[in-house]
């Protein structure tokens, strides 16, 4: 399976600073109940879309942050 990168670095960035604070609320009992939990399962796939620099709904509406590579520009 060939997943093309359409994460940008700055996207990467703030997704990885909004899910380690939203972890950081959840362990510190901030962010309790239903709430904690959303935030917790957001956040693990805020980092996995990082990780991968792919995000499917980037995908589904046809959005790339990532910047395109010469090749790509003509």
Do not use: H
Request: aromatic residues 6%; charged residues 10%.
């Amino acid at each position: 399976m060939n997943i093309k990168k359409n994460m940008g670095n700055l996207d990467r960035i703030i997704r990885t600073v909004v899910a380690l604070a939203a972890a950081a609320l959840y362990f510190t009992n901030t962010l309790t109940g239903v709430v904690g939990t959303v935030a917790l399962v957001v956040a693990a796939i805020f980092l996995l879309t990082s990780a991968m620099s792919f995000c499917p709904i980037y995908r589904l509406v046809g959005l790339s942050t990532c910047p395109a590579s010469p090749s790509e520009q003509a």
